[in-house]
């Protein structure tokens, strides 16, 4: 039998990476899993977790791994994604990569694939500042991008050290992108 697939998407905050996550997983009939999406809900529902998260997301800070790291294992763990998953937004840090590998170790059973979606950055902004969610305003997007550079953009090298990158060009209609990705995964 083969190993199960997690696919892991990385790219700046605009990149699509959302998007083309969440249209792959309809796709190959997988969850898609989105850290700032659990975020947001359970901001919106005013849970403890949400509560505890709300100032980070607000300011485009990431929110500690104390909130995440079991919620992701958890996650990970449910009936749903034993056949496969992408996860987006996830890692973000070197850290969390560290902890991720670790858990898929403890998992057993799964490759994991990675995808890094490029989109050159005045096009990011362009997008962010038409997109309208909450934590989209100039200031918070600039920050958001800075946080991207000093703080996720090393994840990519962690993985590129060990070969596992996928580069995917992200300035491209999104049906496009959708193509290329199905290729790569499926072909
Ligand atoms: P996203 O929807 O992926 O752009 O995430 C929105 C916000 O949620 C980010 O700006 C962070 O505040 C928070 N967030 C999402 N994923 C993570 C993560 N893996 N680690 C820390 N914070 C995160």
Request: glycine share 10%.
């Amino acid at each position: 039998m083969t190993k199960a697939k997690g696919l892991i998407f990385l790219g700046p905050p605009g990149s699509g990476k959302g998007t083309q996550a969440q249209i792959l997983a309809a796709n190959l009939q997988i969850p898609h899993i989105s850290t700032g999406e659990i975020l947001r809900k359970a901001i919106a529902e005013g849970t403890p977790l949400g509560k505890q998260a709300k100032g980070y997301v607000d300011q485009g800070d990431l929110v500690p791994d104390e909130l995440l790291l079991d919620l992701i294992k958890e996650r990970l763990n449910q009936a749903d994604a034993q056949n496969g998953w992408i996860l987006d937004g996830f890692p973000r840090t070197v850290n969390q990569a560290i902890f991720l590998d670790r858990l898929l170790a403890e998992i057993g059973d799964f490759s994991d694939c990675v995808v890094n979606l490029e989109v050159p950055e005045a096009v990011l902004i362009q997008r962010l500042l038409s997109r309208g969610r909450q934590d989209d305003t100039e200031e918070t997007i600039r920050h958001r991008l800075e946080v991207y550079h000093s703080q996720t953009a090393p994840v990519i090298n962690y993985y590129q050290g060990r070969g596992q990158i996928n580069a995917v060009d992200g300035n491209r209609p999104p049906a496009e992108i959708s193509d290329s990705l199905k290729a790569m995964i499926t072909g």
